[in-house]
C-alpha cells in the first residue's frame, strides 16, 4: 500500500469512517473500523497526519491517537462542510474532512486538543449552567401553574417563598394542585442545594488556577467568567490580536459590506453564548455602578459613552474591550493594572454600532 500523508476520520458512537491519501493526493484508503478496532489499527499504522471533527469526543481520541504517535488535528465542523462533493454519507464527511485539513486558511482555524483537566474544568462550568436552567424552569413552572389560580408574583426568585406559602394557604387552590405544588418546590430545594455545591466546587477551582486569579482582577469579571475563561480558552495563542478573540466570541459587528459601502450591524453571536452573556452582564453590572454614582472604576471613555449611547450597547462594547483586555493578559502572562486599563485602547467606531 503506497504511503499514506493524511487520513481524515468521520466519528461516531460505534463506527468511524476513514478516509487517507497519498502524496498526490489520490485517495489510497477508504476504511471502515468498529471503535474497538481503531487503537489496534492506528497501532500499526506508520505516524501520518489525521483530522477529526471537533466535537465532545474528539478530544479523548485525539489524546488516544497522539499516545500512538501520530499528528492530530481538530476541524471545525463549519470550516469542513463546505467541502463534501455531494450528498450526506460517513464516507463524504470522511473524504471533506481529510480535504479541509489540508487547507492553509482551514489550518489556521484548528481546534486545539483539550486535556483531561481541561474538559473536567469545562464540564464543571456547563453543569452549573444546566442546572441555573433547571431552577429558571422550576421557577417559570410555579410561576405559570400559579396564575392559572389568579396568584401572581413579581419577577425575581426570593417571590417564590411567599408565593408558595400562599398556595398552601389558599383555599380556592384545590388539593390536587398543592401537592403538585409541593412536588416543584421540592425539586427546586434539591437544584439550590445542588447548585450551592457547585458553586463551592467552582470556587476551589478559582482559588487553585493561577489564569482565573489573575483574570478576576478586571472590574467587570468576577470569579465565575474569569473561570470560565480559564476552562474554555485552552490557546489563546492561536488568535492573532485581541480583537480575533472578541470576534470568537460574538462581540464584533457583522459586515455587510458591498459596492465599497461599508455595513456594519449587531454583534454576531457567535461562539461560545454562555461566555459571552458572562461577559456582557459582567460589563452591565459596572454600568450600574456608574449610575448609582460610583465611578471610582470607570474610565473617561465609558463616561462619555453613556452619555450618548443605551446602557445595553455601551454594556457590549465594554465586554468588547474586557475580551481584547483578556487576551492580551492571557498572551503576556500579565497580571491586569487598573491605571492601563483605563487608558488602553478603544474599540473602534464599528462597537459604537453595535445593536444592545
Known sequence: ??????????????????????????????????????????????PTKIGLEACG???HLARMLKALGHEVVLVPPQH????????????ADAEAICEAMSRPKVQKRFVP???VDQQAAQMLVQTREQ??????????????????????????????????ARLEEDADVPR??????????????????????IDAMLMAF?????????LVRIPTLGPIGATMLAARVSDPERFKSGRDFAAWMGLTPKDHSTAGKRRTGGI??????????????????????????????????????????????VAVALANKTARIVWKLMVSGESYNARKGKHAPQPDADQLKQAA
Open 1 to 46: 500500500m503506497e504511503k499514506i500523508i493524511r487520513i481524515g476520520i468521520d466519528t461516531s458512537k460505534s463506527v468511524f469512517q476513514l478516509h487517507g491519501v497519498n502524496a498526490s493526493e489520490e485517495p489510497v484508503q477508504k476504511k471502515q473500523l468498529r471503535r474497538s478496532q481503531l487503537a489496534s489499527w492506528f497501532a500499526k499504522l506508520e
Open 57 to 59: 469526543g474528539s478530544h
Open 80 to 91: 469542513a462542510k463546505p467541502y463534501v462533493a455531494r450528498g450526506k454519507n460517513d464516507a
Open 113 to 115: 486538543v483539550k486535556t
Open 131 to 164: 442546572f441555573i436552567r433547571r431552577r429558571t424552569q422550576l421557577s417559570n413552572a410555579i410561576r405559570g401553574y400559579a396564575a392559572e389560580f389568579g396568584l401572581v408574583v413579581p419577577k425575581g426568585f426570593f417571590h417564590l417563598e411567599p408565593l408558595t
Open 176 to 197: 390536587l394542585a398543592k401537592e403538585l405544588f409541593r412536588l416543584h418546590k421540592s425539586e427546586m430545594a434539591q437544584v439550590q442545594a445542588q447548585l450551592r455545591r
Open 206 to 214: 478559582h482559588k487553585h488556577n493561577e489564569l482565573s486569579q489573575r
Open 268 to 313: 454576531t453571536r457567535a461562539g461560545d453564548e454562555a461566555l459571552r452573556s458572562t461577559m456582557v452582564v459582567g460589563a452591565m453590572a459596572i454600568i450600574q455602578q456608574i449610575k448609582r454614582g460610583n465611578t471610582r472604576q470607570a474610565s473617561p471613555w465609558l463616561i462619555e459613552l453613556l452619555k450618548r449611547k443605551p446602557p445595553k450597547l
